[in-house]
């Protein structure tokens, strides 16, 4: 049999083995040739998915233009946010929104080297079972091993980006106006937080969706190694 004839009936094999428990090296199909091509393509599929997502999210209005992750203010004080619009300062709640999505877009350039490392340090158990998972299998993987690395490279990323937007020279007005109003709730969170969560969050959902795509479009397979596995 030819090789590649054994690579997609391996691959068939680990998906529906997952219900059963099996592993696909179990099996006694396929050589440590085909195991590594396997990798190779999951690894290609990763990468391949993480240019994409920075790509989309780190333009200006990767954010701001795309309702699926644009950042709005928090849940706990929209009312507030709301209630400012409908007074005559809807144009000021929607400078602060923007000004917040630009700082999302900047930070999301530093996940490149972050995820390069966690598909580095992939082992063998972590690749099949991405291969074995759900469509955002690998996603999951990637946040698992890089979120909290991410946190912290974004964090002070959002807070340079904040005061170089002046988000407290929109932010402190908005505040003051809300107090002004009788019954109103305070407007006070801590934006910097909330920036920095709302936009990995983000992140992760872009990230998804080109696992998504890269499962199931022929299209977004734009390698020979990516069309021989994914496609089968």
Request: glycine letters at 8%.
């Amino acid at each position: 049999m030819r090789r590649l004839a054994v690579v997609p009936l391996l691959l068939m094999l680990a998906l529906l083995s997952a219900c059963a428990g099996l592993d696909v090296r179990d099996l006694g199909l396929g050589g440590s040739g085909e195991e590594d091509r396997a990798e190779e393509a999951i690894r290609e599929a990763l990468r391949i998915g993480v240019e994409r997502t920075v790509e989309r999210t780190g333009r200006e209005d990767g954010y701001w233009g795309n309702a699926l992750i644009r950042i709005g203010l928090p849940q706990e004080v929209e009312s507030v946010g709301n209630t400012l619009r409908r007074v005559g300062f809807a144009r000021q709640v929607e400078d602060l929104e923007r000004r917040m999505n630009r700082a999302a877009e900047q930070a999301a350039r530093e996940a490149v080297p972050v995820f390069v490392s966690a598909i580095r340090g992939m082992r063998p158990d972590d690749v099949y079972g991405v291969l074995r998972g759900p469509d955002d299998a690998a996603t999951r993987y990637l946040r698992g091993a890089s979120e909290a690395t991410l946190r912290e490279r974004y964090a002070p990323i959002v807070r340079e980006q904040m005061e170089r937007a002046e988000i407290d020279r929109v932010y402190q007005p908005l505040r003051e106006a809300a107090a002004r109003i009788p019954g109103l709730s305070a407007l006070d969170v801590d934006l910097d937080r909330h920036v920095t969560d709302q936009a990995l969050d983000g992140l992760f959902t872009i990230l998804a969706d080109e696992e998504r795509r890269i499962r199931e479009d022929p299209a977004a397979r734009t390698t020979q190694l990516l069309r021989e596995y994914f496609g089968q």
